[in-house]
């Protein structure tokens, strides 16, 4: 999988149907494994986004991006109940594995490509997506049909996991990502080594927080800021469409 996902130059080439089947291969131990590796600091991330959702328009309608087995959707339902909430998601197999968990949630999962959501414009208070924009081709495609989708004055939130370099706990973080992640996921889960190479290939590589208001910037989002947490593994980035 790497070889089709990276290139010599060692930048990052997302290749849409690689990610989809890698996806596809790992749904059954995904919830568990996030949990494991992060231990249990995605919960948390989850809940500091889903605080930093705005409503406009009472009961309020928020759209997950990449939603995958939709434990984002789950944390903003929990800090407002009474919104309506949309997943889209890619792959099939992880909508699936969200249904039962959202029962009782008024929800709408859509299966879709995030970089062409079938929805009209101007249509939710709030966007967001989790550990999902570094496995996308096209990031200013993203930030662009966020914008569009977006009422104004609405809000868009990037949730990703990075690498600081400078960071107090750089050398062990790398170690985990490159090593520990793959074959721990492997030999103890059985789940495909490849899969969590990549995964954390895909971490290593990701920009920092300021690259990514810069791109949000140029669509024409404002009034930007952002957060990092857990030793600067984690960013929290949010704009809003004027």
């Given at each position: 999988?790497?070889?089709?996902?990276?290139?010599?130059?060692?930048?990052?080439?997302?290749?849409p149907?690689?990610?989809?089947?890698?996806?596809?291969?790992?749904?059954?131990?995904?919830?568990?494994?996030n949990?494991?590796?992060?231990?249990?600091?995605d919960?948390?991330?989850?809940?500091?986004?889903?605080?930093?959702?705005?409503?406009?328009?009472?009961?309020?309608?928020?759209?997950?991006?990449?939603?995958?087995?939709?434990?984002?959707l789950?944390?903003?339902?929990?800090?407002?109940?009474?919104?309506?909430?949309?997943g889209?998601?890619?792959?099939?197999?992880?909508?699936?594995?969200?249904?039962?968990?959202?029962?009782?949630?008024?929800?709408?999962?859509?299966?879709?490509?995030?970089?062409?959501?079938?929805?009209?414009?101007?249509?939710?208070?709030?966007?967001?997506?989790?550990?999902?924009?570094?496995?996308?081709?096209?990031?200013?495609?993203?930030?662009?049909?966020?914008?569009?989708?977006?009422?104004?004055?609405?809000?868009?939130?990037?949730?990703?996991?990075?690498?600081?370099?400078r960071?107090?706990?750089?050398?062990?973080?790398?170690?985990?990502?490159?090593?520990?992640?793959?074959?721990?996921?492997?030999?103890?889960?059985?789940?495909?080594?490849?899969?969590?190479?990549?995964?954390?290939?895909?971490?290593?590589?990701?920009?920092?927080?300021?690259?990514?208001?810069?791109?949000?910037?140029?669509?024409?989002?404002?009034?930007?800021?952002?957060?990092?947490?857990?030793?600067?593994?984690?960013?929290?980035?949010?704009?809003?469409?004027?």
């Open positions: 999988m790497e070889d089709l996902t990276f290139k010599n130059d060692n930048s990052l080439r997302p290749n149907a690689k990610i989809q089947e890698m996806f596809g291969s790992v749904t059954s131990r995904y919830d568990f494994l949990h494991f590796f992060s231990l249990g600091r919960i948390f991330w989850r809940r500091a986004l889903a605080r930093r959702l705005l409503i406009l328009d009472k009961p309020g309608h928020f759209l997950d991006l990449a939603t995958g087995t939709g434990d984002q789950l944390a903003a339902h929990k800090c407002w109940p009474h919104a309506h909430l949309t889209l998601d890619f792959s099939q197999p992880m909508l699936d594995l969200a249904s039962p968990k959202l029962r009782g949630v008024p929800v709408n999962l859509v299966f879709g490509d995030v970089l062409k959501p079938p929805f009209e414009d101007n249509l939710f208070d709030s966007i967001s997506i989790s550990f999902g924009l570094r496995n996308l081709a096209d990031r200013k495609e993203l930030c662009q049909q966020a914008f569009r989708l977006l009422k104004p004055g609405g809000r868009f939130l990037i949730l990703e996991m990075f690498f600081e370099p960071a107090f706990m750089a050398p062990i973080t790398s170690f985990i990502l490159k090593k520990a992640t793959p074959w721990l996921a492997n030999r103890l889960f059985h789940a495909p080594q490849d899969a969590y190479k990549y995964l954390g290939l895909s971490i290593l590589r990701f920009p920092h927080p300021s690259i990514i208001l810069d791109e949000m910037e140029k669509v024409g989002f404002k009034e930007l800021g952002y957060r990092t947490y857990t030793f600067d593994i984690a960013m929290l980035v949010w704009g809003h469409k004027p």
